[in-house]
């Protein structure tokens, strides 16, 4: 059998791990994984497994282009909050007199040009390039919408792809991945305890809203996998459960033996109160409520719709799992 090459882009990070995990247990693929450092602890804890680890930064499209060289599939990402976390790009938004997240989209918009320019210098020995993005927000919601910058930056790089690399095109899947299950460990969803000894969570949109949910650390490899195994061309919304707040809380309650609701808030909280990320996330949450968080584009696909086997984590499993100790 003779072995094939995945490159791995943001092998340290939660996607691009989950992905190097499946591959690593898959006969007849050996893995490359790329990130800025090497030579850092997180690298070496792949290096030890037994991955190539190359230099490669999204910023330095040669490096990339290098990193890439003779890969069979690749797999891609770009990062919105590491942008949003740089000083040096909040002060380049107040020097240019715009908001932290449009210096971030900029950034963000950018690095996924150079992403796709570098794979498509590979397209030789490419078979498939998997594209992790999110959907077009502005045009599914008719452009009511303007402020979830965080998806739209990574629409634009399947814009580009398909404009000026249409055979790039013909080899490449898109993966959008659902609300990350484990965002409550950033503050949202954190059930709060009330005098009563329940717990509401509340967030700026409907309760009975149907949405995705991804634990992406597990399950983005399983899907990369199943878009590998596949013909190219389709956009998978990557997700163990299509679920609503309600059920998210009723889950969530029944796990750890107490009561658990939903309440609606007003995203006014979020807008004055969270600077510069609550327009962002009010946006979304406003996205996903009013179109849902696919945009409703009729061309996407779950994988319980691939006629694969996918391995995915339900969001009770993942519940399960967690340590609630803290929020208890």
């Known amino acids: 059998m003779s072995t094939?090459?995945?490159a791995i882009v943001g092998i340290t990070g939660n996607q691009g791990a989950s992905v190097a995990d499946v591959f690593l247990d898959e006969p007849g693929w050996k893995i490359r994984g790329i990130s800025r450092d090497p030579s850092k602890p997180s690298s070496k804890e792949w290096s030890n497994q037994g991955v190539e680890m190359v230099a490669g930064n999204?910023?330095?499209?040669?490096?990339?282009k290098k990193a890439f060289k003779g890969a069979n599939v690749i797999f891609g990402n770009t990062d919105f909050w590491q942008h949003m976390q740089n000083p040096a790009n909040h002060e380049r938004a107040e020097k240019e007199g715009r908001t932290p997240n449009e210096v971030a989209y900029?950034?963000?918009v950018e690095q996924g040009k150079k992403l796709v320019d570098a794979v498509a210098v590979?397209?030789?020995t490419l078979d498939r390039f998997v594209l992790s993005t999110l959907s077009d927000t502005k045009k599914w919601s008719n452009g009511k919408i303007t402020f979830n910058l965080h998806f739209d930056a990574k629409w634009q790089a399947v814009e580009y792809?398909?404009?000026?690399?249409?055979?790039?095109?013909?080899?490449?899947s898109f993966l959008q991945l659902g609300v990350f299950a484990s965002n409550?460990?950033?503050g949202m969803p954190v059930p709060k305890k009330q005098e009563d000894g329940s717990y509401v969570v509340s967030l700026p949109m409907a309760g009975d809203a149907k949405f995705p949910m991804v634990d992406p650390r597990t399950d983005t490899g399983s899907f990369t996998k199943a878009l590998v195994e596949i013909a190219p061309g389709k956009i998978l919304v990557g997700a163990g459960s299509k679920m609503s707040?309600?059920?998210w809380c009723q889950i969530w309650g029944k796990i750890n033996g107490v009561s658990c609701r939903f309440e609606r808030s007003d995203r006014k909280f979020m807008d004055e109160n969270m600077v510069p990320f609550g327009r962002e996330l009010a946006d979304m949450f406003q996205y996903i409520d009013e179109f849902g968080y696919d945009g409703s584009d009729p061309s996407v696909v779950y994988p319980w719709d691939l006629g694969v086997d996918v391995k995915v984590t339900t969001v009770e499993e993942y519940l399960?799992?967690?340590d609630w100790s803290s929020v208890l």
Request: glycine share 2%; aromatic share 8%; hydrophobic share 30%.
């Open 4 to 6: 094939k090459i995945i």
């Open 58 to 64: 999204l910023d330095d499209v040669e490096s990339m």
């Open 106 to 108: 900029d950034c963000e």
């Open 122 to 124: 590979n397209i030789d």
């Open 161 to 172: 792809l398909k404009e000026k690399y249409p055979e790039l095109a013909k080899k490449t």
């Open 184 to 186: 409550w460990k950033g």
């Open 245 to 247: 707040w309600d059920d």
């Open 320 to 322: 399960k799992k967690q």
